[in-house]
């Protein structure tokens, strides 16, 4: 029983419970009844969907005790209880799960309760309520079947709305509702109220494995074991009269954050009406003229419950003849518009301190902040659907092809580029887009991480669009978009939608500068970003970064201009020829980190050489062989058909059956080690150039797929060679550091090795959770993953959210090992899982310095670090 509780938590009363034991101790009127623990829940899905023995004797001692302090009893026909069962999670999870009101009627209670009340309309429309609402959650008959014959009775009646329904008719109508419950189930309509109590209390726990509740669990990573408790408390009625109503309130604006009372009540109606839609709810001010006592006692309650839970509080509330009852309190859900507002305010009313707010703000909901916004008010139908791999939203013509991209953008035209998957060859393409929609491809797909890095809008995976490369559109369902048409997507929904939307501006308030920097004060963590180009290195620091995490010197590598030198450095035949084209490389990179240490102005930089296989950056082999055949016969003698072949002979012979598992990383410095030269001289001279400005440069130089130590002594060696080189040649000293990415399992496990050569371990952890899991991160998501994650396999996507119980001990093994050997090494995390709360809060544990993600990611890591240190 609800006044019978001492100490009992959420975990075992579910939410909703625990709440009602709270406000009936600090004495709200809340109507009587008890609670079916959590427990019970698991117990009865590990017995195969059986209630536990003593269940049954347990509910019928807290019935009884109901009974007395109610006076009534269930199913008495001359003073019947009825009860409401609700469903009630630890977490909060609004309508997903079922519950069912105005349990105990039947044909005889229904007469018992018209004589009472001395309203029959009252009480034959709460039995019809009934039939229709245990039909649907507990024997399964479609709404639509209710529906229809409510429909019916009003056109034949002429009745605008129920309320002009008789107690003659909802007769006549609970007669039919029977026979659509025996004519859809192979059972009468139970009339032993005993029998409803635990046929529904058994469907509610059903409820908790509804398709509904399991997509919000997934959403929402509310682990599956759980269970949910049951609410059975003494009914109160909202549609006795004029005197009686129901409706919900919010204590703050869950949109704006506003500090004013928020929500809409009906005059005698009861819960489902506000939801079903069918009368448009009051907005709560009027409530004040309607019944000005009870709004007063409203009022004094929001007050009370916000303060008493420190936070925004959702009611659901129902008067019956004048008087105010308390169905339900939970912290209301909200915007990061309001939930900033709201943090931010309660500190300045004193209701919390700085650190409460900061946990009152969930880092994932600051991304709606920082982007464009599809306007919500647009109210137009999706047209497909993929994962939500960056947020933001865009508008524009549908390009198929990277080049054309760059072409039409060039031209100020806006447009969104949609491919089966992108490769390091479409970046060009990207940059131009507005955004990326691929049909193959997760969350951590290039696209994806690429989009994520420049704060694009992509959806990736989107493998209902059927796209059509040779005649330039895709189709999705009966819709076909042509190359050239407008789409919109919501890359925080994963929707793609036809036409243009409206959007709305960022909002970065005032507030939400003021909160992160309570956060920076709180964390005990560094945050910086992955940033490899002036423009998103500039952006890191307007966001808050401290340094640069991750430059991928890659992408510089990748620019149109640019790649005709990179491919002829790749196809040298001879180290010479190599380091011809490498000369002409170098002035290039050294003015790409000239710029960005510039805008950094002395904030630490790290820059890791050379990653990808060498073939990325050379054409496409099947393009190749067709181009070397047609020039086979059009034009035999030519030095373009020579210059293919060579490039066709180049490309087959790096083409490798495993390319994130070949040569690349440090391997390619080991093997072509004046290409690592180049790009140290480049970090060096560059250093030089701008130290003579007056600016502090703090490069720290990062080797990447590390797997034995030798491997970080030979590449050390190499960058204190061309460091000193440089120093000599310049005369300067620089202050920088050596340290290697952790991206492999060996290199975790024998930390302490390799820890003797680094200053530094960074943290790679999407190639480390690739090489762990053994899953490629470019193919695992499309093919398996998902399926493994929707059917709890596995509990989260890895790539996304890190693995703490797998990848997650070889990064505390690495951290341990290496402190081991060198108490004073730095260590961090640039993966994507860098800016992921969760993996944020273990990367903290394991006392790291810092963790670095894309720059668009960065405020919401600076408060994710926040509550991990709070
Ligand atoms: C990593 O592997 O975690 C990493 C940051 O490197 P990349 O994604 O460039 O392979
Ligand atoms: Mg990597």
């Given at each position: 029983m609800f006044d019978q509780i001492k100490k009992a938590g959420k975990e075992l009363l579910g939410g909703k419970g625990a709440n009602l034991a709270e406000m009936t101790k600090i004495g709200l009127p809340v109507p009587y009844g008890f609670t079916i623990t959590t427990d019970t829940c698991r117990s009865y899905y590990d017995s195969g969907q059986q209630l536990p023995e003593e269940v049954e004797g347990q509910v019928l001692d807290a019935l009884k005790k109901l009974e007395e302090t109610t006076g009534k009893e269930l199913g008495s026909p001359s003073n019947p209880l009825l009860v409401s069962v609700r469903s009630g999670a630890v977490h909060s999870m609004p309508g997903m799960m079922d519950t069912v009101l105005n349990l105990g009627m039947n044909d005889d209670t229904v007469k018992g309760m018209a004589e009472l009340t001395g309203n029959p309309r009252f009480a034959y429309d709460s039995y019809r309520r009934f039939i229709q609402m245990f039909s649907n959650v507990v024997l399964k008959v479609d709404h639509y079947h209710f529906e229809q014959r409510l429909e019916n009775a009003r056109a034949e009646n002429g009745y605008t709305s129920d309320t002009q329904i008789t107690a003659?008719?909802?007769?006549?109508?609970?007669?039919?509702?029977?026979?659509?419950?025996?004519?859809?189930?192979?059972?009468?309509?139970p009339e032993d109220p005993k029998e409803q109590l635990f046929l529904t209390i058994r469907a509610v726990f059903d409820s908790w494995n509804n398709q509904r509740a399991v997509l919000y669990r997934r959403l929402n990573q509310i682990p599956g074991h759980l269970g949910t408790a049951v609410n059975v408390q003494s009914m109160v009625f909202g549609n006795m009269g004029e005197d009686s109503g129901t409706g919900v309130a919010f204590t703050r604006n869950p949109s704006t954050g506003e500090a004013k009372l928020y929500g809409e009540y009906l005059i005698n109606a009861q819960g489902e009406d506000v939801v079903a839609g069918i009368r448009t709810p009051q907005p709560i001010a009027s409530l004040e003229d309607d019944m000005p006592e009870v709004y007063q006692q409203l009022v004094d309650t929001c007050n009370l419950l916000e303060n008493h839970y420190k936070d925004m509080q959702d009611i659901e509330f129902t008067v019956e003849r004048g008087h105010l009852y308390i169905l339900q309190t939970r912290t209301g859900k909200r915007t990061a518009q309001a939930a900033i507002r709201i943090a931010v305010e309660m500190v300045r009313e004193q209701i919390m301190d700085k650190r409460e707010a900061l946990l009152r703000v969930d880092p994932?909901?600051?991304?709606?902040?920082?982007?464009?916004?599809?306007?919500?008010?647009?109210?137009?139908?999706?047209?497909?659907?993929g994962l939500p791999a960056s947020p933001g939203a865009a508008s524009g013509q549908v390009v198929f092809d990277a080049d054309e991209a760059e072409e039409l953008a060039g031209n100020g035209k806006k447009v969104i580029?949609?491919?089966?998957?992108?490769?390091?060859?479409?970046?060009?393409?990207?940059?131009?887009?507005?955004?990326?929609?691929?049909?193959?491809?997760?969350?951590?797909?290039?696209?994806?991480?690429?989009?994520?890095?420049?704060?694009?809008?992509?959806?990736?995976?989107?493998?209902?669009?059927?796209?059509?490369?040779e005649t330039e559109q895709f189709t999705t369902g009966s819709v076909t978009i042509k190359h050239g048409d407008l789409i919109t997507i919501d890359g925080g929904t994963g929707d793609i939608f036809d036409g243009a939307i409206p959007m709305i501006e960022p909002e970065l308030s005032d507030e939400f500068q003021l909160l992160l920097h309570w956060a920076d004060e709180e964390a005990h963590m560094g945050v910086r970003a992955n940033a490899d180009n002036p423009v998103d290195a500039a952006k890191a620091l307007e966001f808050g970064a401290d340094g640069i995490g991750l430059c991928r010197t890659e992408h510089m590598f990748m620019d149109a201009s640019r790649l005709p030198t990179v491919q002829s450095m790749i196809l040298s035949e001879t180290t010479i020829e190599r380091k011809e084209a490498l000369d002409k490389l170098l002035p290039m990179q050294q003015e790409d980190y000239e710029k960005i240490f510039e805008v950094m102005q002395g904030h630490p930089?790290?820059?890791?050489?050379?990653?990808?296989?060498?073939?990325?950056?050379?054409?496409?082999?099947?393009?190749?062989?067709?181009?070397?055949?047609?020039?086979?016969?059009?034009?035999?003698?030519?030095?373009?058909?020579?210059?293919?072949?060579?490039m066709l002979r180049k490309v087959r012979l790096l083409e490798e059956s495993n390319p994130m598992l070949g040569h690349r990383g440090c391997r390619l410095g080991m093997i072509h080690p004046e290409i690592y030269e180049m790009q140290v001289r480049a970090v060096f001279q560059a250093a030089a150039n701008v130290m003579k400005k007056g600016i502090t440069v703090i490069p720290e130089i990062m080797i990447p797929l590390v797997t034995h130590v030798n491997e970080l002594k030979h590449m050390r060696r190499l960058v204190l060679n061309i460091s000193r080189q440089v120093e000599e040649q310049e005369g300067e000293a620089f202050q920088y550091s050596i340290g290697t990415m952790i991206e492999t399992p060996r290199a975790a496990l024998t930390a302490d090795q390799v820890a003797q050569e680094a200053d530094f371990f960074s943290f790679g952890?999407?190639?480390?959770?690739?090489?762990?899991?053994?899953?490629?991160?470019?193919?695992?998501?499309?093919?398996?993953?998902?399926?493994?994650?929707?059917?709890?396999?596995?509990?989260?996507?890895?790539?996304?959210?890190?693995?703490?119980?797998?990848?997650?001990?070889?990064?505390?093994?690495?951290?341990?090992?290496g402190r081991q050997t060198k108490p004073s090494l730095k260590t961090g995390i640039c993966g994507e899982h860098g800016g992921e709360k969760t993996s944020i809060q273990f990367c903290f544990n394991l006392g790291m310095d810092y963790v670095s993600c894309s720059p668009f990611r960065v405020p919401s890591a600076r408060l994710a670090a926040a509550q991990a240190s709070v």
């Open positions: 003659e008719d909802w007769k006549g109508i609970i007669e039919d509702f029977k026979s659509i419950v025996s004519a859809q189930t192979d059972r009468t309509f994932d909901q600051l991304h709606q902040l920082l982007h464009h916004r599809i306007d919500p008010g647009h109210g137009r139908p999706q047209i497909a659907s580029l949609v491919r089966p998957d992108t490769t390091p060859d479409d970046i060009h393409g990207i940059v131009a887009a507005q955004a990326v929609v691929t049909s193959r491809g997760g969350m951590t797909s290039h696209a994806a991480v690429v989009a994520r890095g420049m704060g694009k809008a992509c959806i990736c995976g989107c493998d209902s669009i059927k796209i059509d490369l930089i790290t820059i890791r050489l050379l990653d990808p296989p060498l073939h990325e950056f050379l054409p496409d082999k099947e393009e190749l062989l067709v181009d070397v055949t047609r020039l086979s016969y059009t034009d035999p003698d030519s030095q373009e058909l020579q210059t293919k072949k060579d952890t999407n190639d480390l959770t690739q090489t762990t899991f053994g899953f490629s991160r470019d193919d695992a998501e499309g093919k398996f993953l998902h399926h493994y994650v929707e059917n709890d396999v596995l509990p989260q996507n890895p790539f996304v959210s890190l693995d703490q119980d797998g990848v997650g001990k070889l990064v505390e093994s690495g951290v341990k090992l």
